[in-house]
């Protein structure tokens, strides 16, 4: 082996000028870096890859899926006979390399007893001197070449990782720098969030739906058919929202009548929307009266005393009912479902399940409006209606239908259909 005389050929030690050393070093120093960083990753990613998280689009599948694909029980039987045999063929080979290690140390013991004393008598002694000077000095060798080897890779580590450092410094300043890759990070994040919103809202829905089912149960309404008009309602709902195109739509509720429950919500939601806007809308209106003096204009052409206090209530009165008959009407006019309707995940349709036309909106709300009279008795009628209707929808031609895969969510389902098996045991004894 060639070795340097210089000094300074330590660990920090400045490498060759030559370009073949370095090209040897950075590549050695690359594999080792590269190997140790997939090792640790392979770690990391078998540790914190949980079973649970794996989904039907997923590319790993786990080990009873392949038995199912390649055979099933069988090639379950045929993997543990490899195995075993594996297992025993190693115990074998470990077995077997133990006895050679005795035969070989006991050969050598019974050699030495007989050589020892020869080899270590005066007779042997020019010949021994020798051999323990080139014994020392293969020693000696061999040990320059560890140490030889250890600055080598220590200094080969050096080198590629500053060299991966700086390639991945380069690399993260370009994808930054990227208008692209920006725009395509925003999405990712964009997506997710709206993944987990979708999950979340999903998951109030079921409930509001385990509620429409047990409400409807306790007064004794039996779950109703599914409309007539259900499977064109599909079909457009499908046209109107292709994600639903994958989903096995049909098996839900969706297309079938709304629950009192979720209709309930979304109907204070609708109002506490309304309030909302009529608070913004009234401290908007009194800032510009105090901004512009108009107070003194606006007192002249009232009366004053109990008369001003009845007309600014009528007026109060005239313009809540025309914020809420517009908003409603309008909603379900264009899009069918008011805001709170489209956060439970339901819509208004006619009787043939299309989208409601302007004066049909109308006489929905007008129907609302007589509904609301009896103390909202005609509300309330949808807990006894077959239908779901109320007194709204009657009068309007207008049913409330699921917009999206309805379900209940599965703890409640699970009970549902227990209690419905043990009353038909009930029944048959």
Same mark, same amino acid.
């Not at 000077?133 to 580590?157: H, L, T, Y």
């Given at each position: 082996?060639? /070795?340097?005389?210089?000094?300074?050929?330590?660990?920090?030690?400045?490498?060759?000028?030559?370009?073949?050393?370095?090209?040897?070093?950075?590549?050695?120093?690359?594999?080792?870096?590269?190997?140790?960083?997939?090792?640790?990753?392979?770690?990391?990613?078998?540790?914190?890859?949980?079973?649970?998280?794996?989904?039907?689009?997923?590319?790993?599948?786990?080990?009873?899926?392949? =038995?199912?694909?390649?055979?099933?029980?069988?090639?379950?039987?045929?993997?543990?006979?490899? $195995?075993?045999?594996?297992?025993?063929?190693?115990?074998?080979?470990?077995?077997?390399?133990?006895?050679?290690?005795?035969?070989?140390?006991?050969?050598?013991? /019974?050699?030495?007893?007989?050589?020892?004393?020869?080899?270590?008598?005066?007779?042997?002694?020019?010949?021994?001197?020798?051999?323990?000077?080139?014994?020392? %000095?293969?020693?000696?060798?061999?040990?320059?070449?560890?140490?030889?080897?250890?600055?080598?890779?220590?200094?080969?580590?050096?080198?590629?990782?500053?060299?991966?450092?700086?390639?991945?410094?380069?690399?993260v300043t370009d994808l930054t720098n990227n208008q692209e890759i920006q725009v395509l990070v925003q999405e990712v994040i964009q997506s997710q969030s709206t993944s987990i919103i979708?999950?979340?809202?999903?998951?109030?829905?079921?409930?509001?739906?385990?509620? =429409?089912?047990?409400?409807?149960?306790?007064?004794?309404? #039996?779950?109703?058919?599914?409309?007539?008009?259900?499977? #064109?309602?599909? %079909?457009?709902?499908?046209?109107?929202?292709?994600?639903?195109? &994958?989903?096995?739509? %049909?098996?839900?509720?969706?297309?079938?009548?709304?629950?009192?429950?979720?209709?309930?919500?979304?109907?204070?939601? =609708?109002?506490?929307? *309304? *309030?909302?806007?009529?608070?913004?809308?009234?401290?908007?209106?009194?800032? /510009?009266?105090?901004?512009?003096?108009?107070?003194?204009?606006?007192?002249? !052409?009232? #009366?004053?005393?109990?008369?001003?206090?009845?007309?600014?209530?009528?007026?109060?009165?005239?313009?809540?009912?025309?914020?809420?008959?517009?908003?409603?009407?309008?909603?379900?006019? *264009?899009?069918?479902? /008011?805001?709170?309707?489209?956060?439970?995940?339901?819509?208004?349709?006619?009787?043939?399940?299309?989208?409601?036309?302007?004066?049909?909106?109308?006489?929905?709300?007008?129907?609302?409006?007589?509904?609301? $009279?009896? *103390?909202?008795?005609? !509300?309330?009628?949808?807990?006894?209606?077959?239908?779901?209707?109320?007194?709204?929808?009657?009068?309007?031609?207008?049913?409330?239908?699921?917009?999206?895969? #309805?379900?209940?969510?599965?703890?409640?389902?699970?009970? &549902?259909?227990?209690?419905?098996?043990?009353?038909?045991?009930? =029944?048959? &004894?």
């Open positions: 082996m060639i /070795t340097s005389s210089d000094p300074t050929a330590g660990i920090g030690a400045q490498p060759r000028p030559a370009q073949r050393p370095r090209l040897i070093q950075l590549l050695f120093g690359s594999v080792l870096v590269l190997t140790e960083e997939v090792a640790e990753r392979v770690v990391v990613d078998a540790e914190e890859v949980p079973y649970t998280t794996r989904t039907p689009e997923s590319v790993f599948r786990p080990a009873s899926e392949f =038995d199912q694909l390649l055979g099933g029980e069988q090639f379950q039987k045929t993997r543990y006979l490899t $195995i075993g045999i594996a297992g025993d063929a190693r115990k074998a080979a470990e077995r077997g390399l133990a006895v050679v290690d005795d035969i070989t140390d006991a050969t050598g013991r /019974t050699f030495w007893r007989f050589a020892g004393p020869v080899w270590e008598s005066g007779l042997l002694g020019p010949v021994r001197r020798p051999v323990q000077r080139w014994r020392k %000095r293969g020693e000696s060798q061999v040990e320059q070449w560890i140490a030889s080897g250890m600055q080598q890779e220590m200094q080969s580590r050096a080198i590629a990782s500053a060299s991966l450092n700086n390639l991945v410094q380069e690399s979708t999950q979340i809202l999903q998951e109030i829905r079921e409930r509001f739906i385990s509620m =429409d089912i047990w409400v409807q149960g306790a007064f004794g309404t #039996a779950q109703p058919d599914p409309p007539p008009f259900r499977n #064109a309602y599909l %079909r457009t709902l499908i046209l109107r929202r292709p994600q639903y195109e &994958h989903i096995d739509i %049909r098996n839900s509720l969706a297309g079938g009548y709304t629950g009192f429950v979720s209709r309930f919500v979304a109907t204070i939601i =609708d109002i506490a929307i *309304l *309030l909302l806007v009529y608070a913004i809308g009234s401290a908007a209106i009194t800032g /510009t009266i105090n901004l512009f003096g108009l107070s003194g204009i606006v007192s002249r !052409f009232l #009366a004053s005393g109990t008369l001003a206090s009845q007309i600014t209530l009528v007026f109060l009165g005239l313009a809540s009912l025309l914020l809420i008959s517009g908003y409603a009407i309008l909603s379900w006019y *264009l899009t069918g479902s /008011t805001i709170g309707d489209s956060i439970m995940g339901f819509e208004v349709v006619d009787l043939a399940g299309g989208r409601l036309s302007f004066w049909r909106s109308v006489r929905r709300m007008i129907g609302a409006v007589i509904a609301a $009279i009896p *103390l909202f008795l005609g !509300f309330i009628w949808v807990l006894f209606s077959k239908n779901r209707q109320g007194w709204h929808d009657k009068i309007g031609g207008t049913y409330v239908v699921y917009s999206w895969p #309805a379900r209940p969510e599965e703890e409640f389902l699970h009970e &549902h259909v227990a209690e419905e098996l043990a009353e038909d045991a009930l =029944d048959r &004894h």
